[in-house]
């Protein structure tokens, strides 16, 4: 059974720091690209960052650019988000996800697995 963990959400304080996680399990997952993507009450699911396979070249949301950072270790089949100076408008639930393709692709619906999602709530 296929499945995606995402762990390290909580409460954070505006200007602090999260680091989110996502271990995979079931199958190997290190030529498919990851994503993180975020779903805040009553809005759609945006994207957040992508690392891409090969190559490992980076995507980021233009709200989130320059904070947050995605990262990937094919060894243990997890991929990080690492947020500094969050802001109370990052508050969401933190989805990790994961693609077949290779062509970069920033719509939800075009990523082949999913994860349950974490919740980050972050205080001004």
């Known amino acids: 059974q296929v499945q995606l963990v995402e762990s390290g959400g909580g409460l954070v304080q505006a200007g602090g720091s999260l680091r989110l996680s996502c271990a995979a399990s079931?199958?190997?997952?290190?030529?498919?690209?990851r994503a993180w993507f975020r779903q805040a009450p009553g809005k759609e699911r945006e994207f957040v960052a992508r690392?891409?396979?090969?190559?490992?070249?980076?995507y980021y949301a233009d709200s989130v650019k320059g904070r947050f950072t995605i990262s990937r270790d094919n060894a243990k089949n997890t991929v990080y988000l690492q947020m500094n100076s969050l802001k109370p408008e990052d508050t969401a639930v933190y989805y990790c996800a994961a693609d077949r393709s290779t062509a970069t692709t920033r719509v939800a619906e075009r990523y082949d697995y999913w994860g349950q999602g974490t919740q980050v709530t972050v205080s001004s």
């Open positions: 079931g199958r190997t997952f290190s030529t498919y690209a």
């Open positions: 690392i891409s396979w090969p190559g490992g070249r980076t």
